[in-house]
Each structure stands twice: as structure tokens, then as C-alpha cells.
């Protein structure tokens, strides 16, 4: 009935806001409600934001702010709408130190008139305590807490655990990835579908701040560009970024008709025989004997290019 999500590295904010806005985009359950975010920016100070209704998108209507957004240190919860206030209580955290989140109800005691396990968390944490270790170790003493943790810290450590009864439910999902620099955890449960939700939403975070089709110009393909199975590889553009050829196919691109991609994803892109970029998107080709009769079933269309040096013109143009 919750998701919980952690993420350290430079852009944490805008990553983390990325994953929720996906998992409320594919998931079923109980999403949309509210969500209680706090960050830590650079200098350590802690920030916060929270809303009891509509999700990631009622949360910052319009750009998120940048000391949300470029934060590297981050954590979110959220569920449906109308939990009690404050929602503070869902993301525990301490300036300079850490954010605390999780899934199902980190914010309850462990025992009656305890403490939340989500405050003493982040208290073990604030003691000097090695994040993992304070969440394994507090989770093992209290096996029945309806209670998964995720503590960010600001020195960037990511870590994350679940209690026993929480770890034997048929409906939670569980992920810890690193990538573009980025260190994530995600945990939810009672949210569909189990299987696949968090890598997802990881995937998302990663793809808010490193996208993999991220382009610096684009070239033009056009029908009638002549394809060769020369041994010299890669897609021949002229000064005006309109591609004269593609070289390095092999034979079957001569035969009366094949398709495929002519201009694959990872094709050097030259320019007077000089390397000035990489191809980040292709398109499905028809050829007859070595000459290209449409792409994407159109005559011409644009690719995106990645510049194998500094890019200094504008995108979507080849200067």
C-alpha cells in the first residue's frame, strides 16, 4: 500500500520524482494519494515537500524547484490519499545527516508506546551508527514490524532493509541499483505489478538524468541514399548534415530487397571521412540492390546524433 524511494547522487530530487511519476503511471494499487518528500541539498540543509492528495503531479504542479531537484541526497514515500498529519512522520530526517523513507508503516512503533522504527532509524544513524547495519540490526530485533526502511545519507550512502514479517509478503518489491551516478532503492508492496515495478521506476531515475537517445544534432536519411558493403563503415553526412551514404553493410543490402536498419543505433557518423558523432536512433529501412526506397515507411526522416566532441550548435541542427 505504499512505495518508498531513496536516491543519492547528484539531480537525486528530480530522479526520485521521475520514478514515482512511473511507478503511478503503470502501477495499480494504492498510488496517487499522498506524497512526503525531504531532502538534503548540498550544503546539508533539509528541505521538504508533501501533499495528502494526487500524487507526484499534484506535488509540483509546474517545475520542480531546483534545491528539490538538484539535491543529492533524497527520499520519498507515498501512497493514497488522506494519511494523518503530519506527513512528516512518513520521511524522518536530520539536516546533515540523513532522509529516512520505506514502505508499509515505518512510521509505527515496533511495540506499544515505542518509538516509530522510522525515528529510531534515523536516531542510530545520527549516533555515528553505519546506516545498513542500523536498519538490519533494528529490523532483526523487531521481526513483526509491519515496517521496510530506506535511509539516504548526506555523506552519500544508500541503504535499505525489511523486517521479517514484511519480507515473507507475496506483494513486495524490492530493488538497489547503481548507475549515472546515481545510488537507488526502491521497496513497495501492494502495489501491481510486483514483478518488474521497481526496475522500472529505477530505470525512469536513471533515464531523467542520463536518457540514452540524448542527442546534440540530427542528421536527415532520405530515400535513394546509396548503401555499400565497403569495408569502411558508418553513415556519410554532407555539411548540411543530409546523409550521402552508408558503408560497412554487409551483402545483404545488395540483394533485390532487404530490410533492417541501415543507419543502426552506434553507427559512427562521418563528415569528410572524419568521426563526428554516434548514432542514438535508427530506423526500419527498405532497400532494392543497394539503394534505400523509405525509412519508417516515409521517404526521409531525421536521426538523432550524439557528437563525438563538444557540440557547438544548436540541437537538431549539424553545423
Request: aromatic residues 2%; contains cysteine; neutral net charge.
Given at each position: 500500500m505504499t512505495v518508498g524511494i531513496g536516491i543519492a547522487g547528484p539531480g537525486a530530487g528530480r530522479a526520485a520524482l521521475a520514478a514515482l511519476r512511473m511507478v503511478e503511471r503503470v502501477g495499480r494499487g494504492m498510488l496517487g494519494g499522498f506524497v512526503s518528500l525531504a531532502a538534503l541539498d548540498a550544503q546539508g540543509r533539509l528541505h521538504r515537500a508533501e501533499t495528502g492528495r494526487g500524487g507526484a503531479v499534484a506535488l509540483f504542479p509546474g517545475a520542480i524547484p531546483d534545491h528539490i531537484a538538484q539535491a543529492p541526497c533524497v527520499a520519498l514515500m507515498s501512497s493514497g490519499p488522506d494519511r494523518l498529519p503530519p506527513l512528516s512522520q512518513f520521511t524522518p530526517a536530520a539536516a546533515g545527516v540523513a532522509c529516512i523513507t520505506g514502505h508499509r508503516l515505518p512510521n509505527m512503533s515496533a511495540v506499544p508506546g515505542g518509538e516509530a522504527v522510522n525515528a529510531q532509524a534515523l536516531m542510530g544513524i545520527m549516533q555515528g551508527g553505519k546506516p545498513q547495519h542500523v536498519l538490519e540490526r533494528l529490523l532483526a530485533e523487531h521481526p513483526q514490524a509491519d515496517a521496510g526502511l530506506i535511509a539516504v545519507t548526506a555523506a552519500g550512502e544508500v541503504a535499505m532493509a525489511n523486517s521479517a514479517l514484511v519480507a515473507a509478503r507475496t506483494d513486495a518489491g524490492?530493488?538497489?541499483?547503481?548507475?549515472?551516478?546515481?545510488?537507488?532503492?526502491?521497496?513497495h508492496n501492494a502495489i501491481f505489478p510486483v514483478q518488474g515495478l521497481a526496475a522500472i521506476a529505477a530505470g525512469a531515475a536513471i533515464d531523467s538524468l542520463a536518457p540514452a537517445d540524448a542527442?546534440?544534432?540530427e542528421i536527415s536519411l532520405t530515400a535513394g541514399v546509396r548503401l555499400t558493403a565497403s569495408a569502411r563503415g558508418g553513415v556519410e553526412i554532407d555539411s548540411d548534415g543530409r546523409v550521402t551514404g552508408i558503408g560497412g553493410l554487409h551483402a545483404g543490402w545488395l540483394a533485390p530487397v532487404w530490410q533492417g536498419a541501415a543507419a543502426m543505433r552506434g553507427a559512427p557518423v562521418l563528415r569528410d571521412g572524419?568521426?563526428?558523432?554516434?548514432?542514438?536512433?535508427?530506423?526500419?529501412?527498405?532497400?532494392?540492390?543497394?539503394?534505400?526506397?523509405?525509412?519508417?515507411?516515409l521517404a526521409s526522416v531525421r536521426l538523432r546524433v550524439r557528437a563525438t566532441e563538444p557540440f557547438s550548435g544548436h540541437?537538431?541542427?549539424?553545423s
Amino acid at each position: 500500500m505504499t512505495v518508498g524511494i531513496g536516491i543519492a547522487g547528484p539531480g537525486a530530487g528530480r530522479a526520485a520524482l521521475a520514478a514515482l511519476r512511473m511507478v503511478e503511471r503503470v502501477g495499480r494499487g494504492m498510488l496517487g494519494g499522498f506524497v512526503s518528500l525531504a531532502a538534503l541539498d548540498a550544503q546539508g540543509r533539509l528541505h521538504r515537500a508533501e501533499t495528502g492528495r494526487g500524487g507526484a503531479v499534484a506535488l509540483f504542479p509546474g517545475a520542480i524547484p531546483d534545491h528539490i531537484a538538484q539535491a543529492p541526497c533524497v527520499a520519498l514515500m507515498s501512497s493514497g490519499p488522506d494519511r494523518l498529519p503530519p506527513l512528516s512522520q512518513f520521511t524522518p530526517a536530520a539536516a546533515g545527516v540523513a532522509c529516512i523513507t520505506g514502505h508499509r508503516l515505518p512510521n509505527m512503533s515496533a511495540v506499544p508506546g515505542g518509538e516509530a522504527v522510522n525515528a529510531q532509524a534515523l536516531m542510530g544513524i545520527m549516533q555515528g551508527g553505519k546506516p545498513q547495519h542500523v536498519l538490519e540490526r533494528l529490523l532483526a530485533e523487531h521481526p513483526q514490524a509491519d515496517a521496510g526502511l530506506i535511509a539516504v545519507t548526506a555523506a552519500g550512502e544508500v541503504a535499505m532493509a525489511n523486517s521479517a514479517l514484511v519480507a515473507a509478503r507475496t506483494d513486495a518489491g524490492a530493488l538497489t541499483i547503481q548507475a549515472a551516478g546515481l545510488k537507488i532503492a526502491i521497496l513497495h508492496n501492494a502495489i501491481f505489478p510486483v514483478q518488474g515495478l521497481a526496475a522500472i521506476a529505477a530505470g525512469a531515475a536513471i533515464d531523467s538524468l542520463a536518457p540514452a537517445d540524448a542527442h546534440d544534432f540530427e542528421i536527415s536519411l532520405t530515400a535513394g541514399v546509396r548503401l555499400t558493403a565497403s569495408a569502411r563503415g558508418g553513415v556519410e553526412i554532407d555539411s548540411d548534415g543530409r546523409v550521402t551514404g552508408i558503408g560497412g553493410l554487409h551483402a545483404g543490402w545488395l540483394a533485390p530487397v532487404w530490410q533492417g536498419a541501415a543507419a543502426m543505433r552506434g553507427a559512427p557518423v562521418l563528415r569528410d571521412g572524419r568521426a563526428v558523432g554516434t548514432l542514438v536512433s535508427e530506423a526500419y529501412c527498405i532497400a532494392h540492390h543497394g539503394v534505400l526506397q523509405s525509412c519508417d515507411g516515409l521517404a526521409s526522416v531525421r536521426l538523432r546524433v550524439r557528437a563525438t566532441e563538444p557540440f557547438s550548435g544548436h540541437k537538431g541542427e549539424c553545423s
